[in-house]
């Protein structure tokens, strides 16, 4: 009997290892099958061997001989950062330990001015030679903003019965956010910026495809244009994402390849109302159709169109002109648009810090949420990544928008838009050696070479000798403006320069800015992106450095 029942074990024992070598095998070929049909075949092979390459060459790159060279090139990448952002020198005065006793008010601003004057003037950007970074700008504007702030210092939302009208002004500002992208019944947060509006939105279709669909293997679809924000989300998340290419010439998303890409685990689709390397726009509506078709979420990354894109109607400028420049649906009227985040510290003008996301309605914030009834500091409940928050941020956001008004977003809007389309005509009409990157309807215009002997970075590089502070992209290799109201009456300035430098880069190209070496190592090469990323992280490592 005893040995009968053993027999039998081991026979279980051998079926159940069977069985279980079959899920895993099946688990894994339906996940190697839907990867390949969501990357298609030939950009899966090319994945494969970039892989391959990568690691064959990382592993050269371990050899001693080739260690060195790659350690000379990393230290010499290295100071050249250290040389530009670092004050050197015995004379400059560093603060590396608390002063022993307190300093006055007076000693305080004295000292910044003292940095000032050695690291270069805070004011800068007031020649305003800015792609983006301040988009308003204006000492009346600083005024109101300041005053608020002054107002609610000390405030934090995290206290509502302790700061009452801090809670009412941020719930009041994603009210008229709500309004202007068409959904008065729909519900938000404001959260830190835009990256946080991004990632809480992931977090929340996570949670809601866990609870609604019992999904627990998450999956994100994002166009290749889409923010950074989306990757890192996902990378934070655990969530695997595909990145779907975007059509070359209209620079919106490529539909029949995120249908491809979809997959029971997929939770939701992203698109962009304008995307931040050209400022285009992708095709909202059926993005919408799609996401309504699957049961999935579709979020629409208004972080850059903020209080532009909602007033492009308003403005008579969504039709656009010719042919070019038309703006397509995108708000919550869109069926199957499930949240939109919108910035208001970019076209809203409210001081850095703030965004605010949206959802469709109150049962999908929920998903936003963390509550913990156990904690033993008490029942600890908030609505986004921050516990405490700046109540002077939400109090000077909500100044900002009262003191533009309706009107006032308008008429930027009108007036910063006709400047985008004003350089990119100029552009088009003016330098045969430039292109614009599709039709962009906003604010953005991104610009890239067609004359086999004008490197665009080299061109990056000679406007940043003119003092502007442009962007580089790299897919492909281009240079990008966010016009904003800075940017208003420098037009003329900037095409001048840009002209100048397009010559310049073309006869005398030095292929030594910044721009050309960062970007020169190249996407195509299979080491670029690892160096870059190493370039990179040094640059972090030196911002600080005291
Ligand atoms: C700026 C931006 C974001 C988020 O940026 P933050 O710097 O975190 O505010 C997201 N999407 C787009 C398209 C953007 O331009």
């Not at 969501?38 to 790159?61: D, P, Q």
């Not at 305080?108 to 970074?133: C, F, T, V, Y």
């Not at 595909?242 to 249908?259: E, I, M, N």
Request: aromatic share 8%; charged share 20%; proline share 5%.
């Amino acid at each position: 009997m005893d040995s009968g029942r053993g027999v039998l074990s081991t026979r279980t024992y051998e079926a159940l290892k069977t069985i279980l070598f079959f899920y895993v095998l099946l688990k894994q070929s339906v996940k190697v099958q839907r990867h390949l049909r969501a990357r298609g075949l030939v950009t899966s092979v090319r994945e494969f061997y970039t892989w391959i390459a990568r690691h064959v060459i990382m592993l050269v790159l371990r050899m001693p001989s080739a260690q060195r060279k790659v350690r000379t090139q990393m230290d010499k990448a290295k100071l050249e950062i250290e040389d530009k952002l670092v004050p050197k020198g015995a004379d400059v005065t560093r603060h590396l330990a608390l002063p022993e006793k307190g300093q006055t008010p007076e000693w305080i601003l004295a000292e910044m001015d003292k940095m000032d004057n050695e690291m270069g003037s805070p004011n800068g950007w007031k020649a305003g030679k800015l792609s983006g970074a301040v988009y308003h700008g204006g000492d009346d504007m600083e005024r109101v903003i300041v005053a608020a702030y002054a107002k609610y210092c000390v405030s934090n939302p995290l206290h509502p019965d302790v700061f009452p009208a801090v809670r009412k002004m941020e719930a009041e500002i994603v009210a008229m956010t709500l309004k202007l992208f068409n959904n008065p019944d729909g519900a938000g947060t404001m959260t830190s910026g835009g990256t946080e509006s991004i990632i809480m939105s992931v977090k929340t279709h996570r949670d809601w495809a866990r609870a609604v669909k019992g999904i627990t293997e998450p999956e994100i679809i994002i166009p290749a244009s889409a923010h950074a924000a989306f990757d890192k989300g996902a990378a934070y998340l655990k969530i695997k994402f595909h990145s779907v290419p975007v059509d070359p010439v209209t620079r919106k998303v490529d539909l029949k390849a995120v249908k491809r890409a979809i997959n029971p685990n997929t939770i939701m689709l992203v698109g962009s109302t304008v995307n931040f390397p050209d400022g285009n726009q992708d095709d909202i509506e059926a993005l919408g159709k799609l996401a309504a078709k699957y049961k999935i979420g579709l979020h629409v990354d208004c972080c850059l169109g903020s209080f532009i894109v909602p007033y492009l109607e308003k403005a008579g400028l969504s039709e656009g002109v010719n042919g070019k420049y038309k703006l397509s649906p995108f708000d919550f009227r869109v069926p199957g648009v499930t949240a939109i985040s919108c910035d208001t510290h970019k076209y809203g003008f409210s001081p850095k810090g703030t965004s605010v996301i949206m959802y469709r309605d109150a049962e999908l914030r929920r998903y936003q949420y963390y509550v913990n009834p156990d904690w033993s500091g008490g029942v600890y409940a908030s609505p986004s990544l921050s516990g405490s928050r700046p109540g002077a941020l939400i109090a000077g956001t909500w100044a900002a928008m009262q003191y533009m008004g309706s009107d006032g977003y308008l008429e930027s809007c009108q007036a910063i838009v006709t400047c985008a389309r004003t350089i990119a005509d100029t552009i088009v009409a003016s330098i045969p050696e430039l292109y614009i990157l599709g039709s962009p309807p906003a604010s953005v215009i991104a610009f890239g070479s067609r004359h086999p002997k004008v490197n665009i970075h080299e061109v990056g590089d000679k406007m940043s000798r003119r003092g502007w502070h442009l962007n580089a992209l790299t897919g492909p290799a281009a240079l990008h403006i966010a016009c904003t109201r800075l940017t208003l009456d420098r037009i003329d300035v900037f095409i001048a320069d840009l002209k100048d430098s397009v010559q310049e880069a073309k006869v005398q190209p030095e292929g030594k800015g910044t721009m050309v070496s960062l970007y020169g190592l190249g996407k195509s090469s299979a080491v670029g992106p690892a160096m870059v990323g190493q370039v990179a992280t040094a640059f972090l490592d030196t911002l600080y450095k005291a």
